[in-house]
C-alpha cells in the first residue's frame, strides 16, 4: 500500500470532481491524504469523513476567483491573488514539514501550487495531473486571435504554478496536437465519477441547466422559452416559472437528469462538459466573458460539432432555439468521439507506474492483471 498526497485547486467543483475520479479507483488498495482549499474541501469532506478507509481530507489555503455584482471581477482576483502569492513560501515551507514527517511515495497536484512546490524541496517525486496544462502542451494556432491572446498569457500562469514534476498529465475532453518538446506530455480524455461511467444513457424529453447563483436574469428569460421543459440546478429550490422547473443542488438526482436529458445549457468547465459528452449530451455552453479558459473549452467543443456556444452575458432567444435545432446531428457527432471520453483508465496506468514497484498494469479488485480496464463497476487498481 503506497501513501500519495494529492492536492487541488479549490474554485469551483471541477478539480474536485477529477480528483474523485482518481481517489475512487486507488482508495482500495493504498492510502490517500487529499489536500483541497475552499470549494473543493466542501465537496470532498463530507464524502470521505473523519475515519473513512484509506482517505483523509485536509483544508488547504488557495486561490479562487471573486465576483463583484454578479460578474467575474479580474481586478479583485488578482488582488486576492498576490495576498496568496505572499503568503505562498510560509505555506510551502509547513507542507515541506509535513512531507518530511509524514513520507508519501508520491505526490499528485492538480493545478495547486503549494504541495508540488513542498515535494520538490522535500525529494518526493511528483506528477501533474490537470486539465490547464493544455495551454502550455497543445498548439493552439487553431483558436480565434482573441482567444490565442488570451492562451498566452494564461500560459504564464499554468507555468508559475510549478515545474520539475516527473509527468504531465493533461485530462481534456478535446484532443488538440503537442507543440514541439511537449511530446512526453500525456493527454486523456476526462476524469469520469463512478456514477456517470456506470450510468446508462437515454434522450429524454426535457433540457438540463446547471447556473451559478450570479447568473444574469436574461438567461432565465431565455430559457423560459423553451417549449419543453428545463431542470435547473444551482439556483436553489424556488416555485416554477413556465418550463422552469428549479432543485437544490443534489449530485445524485443531478447525475440522473443528466443521463436522461435531451440536452445540456451551462457553464463550459472540462469536467462538466465532458461528462456530459461521455453521456452522449450535446452543450450550450455559456462562459463568462471574462473566464478565457472556459471560452477555449467551448469553441472546442463547437469544433467538435457536439454544442454550440455564446458568452452568457451575451445569450439570446436565437442562440437557443439555433443550437435546439441542431442538438441530434450534434449528438451523432458525439458518438464519434465517446470512445475518447474516458481518461481514467489511461491516466491510473501513469499514475501507477511512478508508484513504488511501479506497473502500467491494472487488476479489479486486486484479482489478476489486465492491461486493458474491466468492465462495469469494478475499481481499476494498481
Wanted: hydrophobic fraction near 40%; charged fraction near 20%; glycine fraction near 8%.
Amino acid at each position: 500500500m503506497a501513501k500519495i498526497f494529492y492536492s487541488m485547486a479549490g474554485e469551483g467543483r471541477g478539480h474536485a470532481t477529477r480528483v474523485r475520479s482518481v481517489v475512487e479507483q486507488l482508495r482500495h488498495e493504498h492510502q490517500l491524504v487529499l489536500f483541497a482549499p475552499d470549494q473543493a474541501y466542501e465537496f470532498l469532506a463530507p464524502r470521505y469523513p473523519a475515519g473513512f478507509p484509506n482517505v483523509e481530507v485536509r483544508p488547504l489555503p488557495g486561490l479562487r476567483f471573486h465576483y463583484s455584482r454578479g460578474r467575474l471581477d479580474l481586478m479583485k482576483s488578482i488582488a486576492h491573488g498576490l495576498g496568496y502569492l505572499w503568503r505562498l513560501p510560509g505555506l510551502v515551507r509547513s507542507l515541506r514539514r509535513t512531507i518530511q514527517e509524514e513520507r508519501p511515495d508520491l505526490v499528485i497536484a492538480d493545478f495547486e501550487p503549494s504541495l508540488p512546490r513542498a515535494a520538490r524541496a522535500a525529494g518526493i517525486p511528483f506528477l501533474s495531473l490537470n486539465h490547464q496544462h493544455f495551454l502550455v502542451a497543445c498548439d493552439l494556432s487553431s483558436l480565434p486571435t482573441r482567444l490565442r491572446h488570451y492562451a498566452k498569457l494564461m500560459k504564464l500562469a499554468v507555468h508559475a504554478h510549478h515545474t520539475g514534476q516527473q509527468a504531465t498529465i493533461v485530462s481534456s475532453f478535446f484532443r488538440a496536437p503537442l507543440r514541439k518538446k511537449y511530446e512526453h506530455v500525456l493527454q486523456v480524455g476526462p476524469l469520469l465519477r463512478p456514477e456517470i461511467r456506470e450510468k446508462q444513457a437515454e434522450t429524454g424529453d426535457f433540457l438540463l441547466s446547471y447556473l451559478r447563483p450570479n447568473t444574469p436574469r436574461q438567461v432565465l428569460d431565455v430559457l423560459r422559452k423553451s417549449r419543453q421543459e428545463v431542470r435547473v440546478y444551482g439556483l436553489g429550490s424556488r416555485p416554477s416559472e413556465g418550463p422552469l422547473r428549479f432543485f437544490p443542488v443534489s449530485e445524485t438526482t443531478f447525475v440522473d437528469d443528466l443521463a436522461q436529458c435531451r440536452a445540456l445549457v451551462g457553464a463550459a468547465g472540462n469536467q462538466s462538459l465532458g461528462e456530459a459528452l461521455y453521456l452522449g449530451k450535446p452543450v450550450l455552453a455559456l462562459p463568462e466573458e471574462d473566464h478565457h479558459e472556459q471560452m477555449i473549452n467551448a469553441h472546442f467543443l463547437q469544433s467538435m460539432n457536439a454544442g454550440r456556444w455564446t458568452n452568457i452575458e451575451s445569450f439570446e432567444e436565437r442562440h437557443f432555439f439555433d443550437f435546439l435545432e441542431g442538438v441530434e446531428d450534434q449528438r451523432v457527432s458525439i458518438a464519434t468521439h465517446r470512445p475518447f471520453l474516458d481518461g481514467t483508465p489511461a491516466a491510473l496506468r501513469e499514475i501507477c507506474r511512478h508508484l513504488p514497484g511501479g506497473s502500467n498494469h491494472f487488476s479489479p479488485n486486486g484479482l489478476g492483471v489486465l492491461s486493458e480496464p474491466p468492465a462495469g463497476p469494478a475499481h481499476l487498481a494498481c
